[in-house]
């Protein structure tokens, strides 16, 4: 289990409290937590009526509807956030601004002489999270067993439900075969699976980040910090080593880094802390591109505002997005 500090004052739950915990190691801070009266639930579908309890989840919808503060673990920091979910993200997002004001100040003294300052440097804040396109491909699928055809053009936004939803996605990506049925790509492909599969355990995450890509390890690491998925202390660790979660963001990592036309997602925000399954859906709502989704995920199902498409077996569908 991994240790997580406890700070008193800012774990302290009160009646009236309903506090969310996120963050990749909430669980372990729940299991540290004891009080009399105090609820505590780890990754509930619902909560119960209560006044005072602690859950640790990643579900935004949960969190926006019963949550009066949130407590973020983020490595060996804790901070909470008042003000419920929304309160969150409006002081993430606010702190995010300070930095990047810090940051151009450090940048500009720098640039008029100040070289003491390179003693105490400001670290450049991530990227804000962005898909790019290739050119303006896409894809057609034909006699697709219980789907019948599919035609996604740049543009397109897809929801996928069903039994083989998952299958569906890693046919149209080209990693199996269809029963049945043709599929004809014009376009370069985006694949982000459900579960990360592990072949070179013993390679690092910059070397599993850079594997097909030019340039030098240099520019790989830049870029892959540039991402603000993973610090630079994690560069070296091996993947076999990484938790699923940290997995999941080395997939996405990749996917960021290339030029695609259609996006195949498969819960594209599983294993991701709120605000960058918030910072996910901003970048898909700004592609250009196709995107096929799909996803358990109750706020990103919410916000969808795309086509729908529920799988029955038996059934010939069109899906023309």
């Known amino acids: ?50 006044d005072r309890m602690v859950v640790a989840t990643h579900d935004r919808l949960l969190l926006d509807r019963f949550a009066t503060s949130i407590i973020e673990v983020d490595g060996p920091r804790i901070t909470r956030y008042r003000h419920g979910y929304a309160g969150y993200l409006a002081e993430k ?31 450049r804040p991530p990227d804000p999270m962005r898909f ?27 929801l996928v439900d069903g039994s083989g939803a998952s299958q569906l996605l890693s046919v149209l990506a080209g990693q199996r075969r269809p029963g049945a049925g043709s ?53 070296s660790t091996s993947v076999g080593a990484l938790s699923r979660d940290r997995l999941r963001r080395l997939d ?8 695609v036309d259609v996006l195949l997602l498969d819960e594209p925000t599983l294993g991701l802390p709120p605000v ?18 799909v996803s358990s995920d109750r706020m990103f199902r919410s916000r969808w505002t795309g086509a729908k498409l529920t799988l029955r077996p038996g059934s010939r569908q069109a899906a023309g997005m």
């Open 132 to 158: 790019e396109t290739h050119n303006s491909g896409g894809l057609v699928a034909s006699g697709l067993p219980n789907v019948g055809r599919l035609h996604l053009e740049p543009g397109s936004r897809l």
């Open 276 to 293: 960058l399954a918030e910072e996910l859906e901003v970048a898909l709502e700004h592609y250009a591109g196709a995107v096929v989704a």
């Open 183 to 235: 599929i004809v790509r014009s376009g370069r492909i985006g694949y982000l699976p459900r579960e990360c599969v592990v072949r070179t355990p013993d390679r690092s995450v910059l070397a599993m980040f850079a594997r097909g890509r030019q340039g030098t390890f240099d520019e790989h690491a830049e870029r892959l910090l540039s991402l603000g998925l993973f610090d630079d202390t994690e560069l």
């Open 93 to 123: 997002w606010s702190a995010r601004k300070r930095w990047e004001r810090e940051y151009l100040a450090w940048v500009t003294a720098i640039e008029r002489g100040a070289d003491h300052l390179w003693h105490d440097p400001v670290p």
């Open 252 to 259: 996405l990592a990749r996917l960021l880094a290339s030029s």
């Open 1 to 50: 289990m991994t240790a997580v500090s406890l700070a008193p004052a800012q774990l302290a739950v009160r009646p009236g409290d309903r506090v969310g915990v996120v963050g990749e190691h909430r669980s372990a801070l729940l299991r540290q937590l004891s009080a009399p009266d105090l609820l505590t639930l780890d990754d509930p579908v619902d909560v119960p009526d209560g």
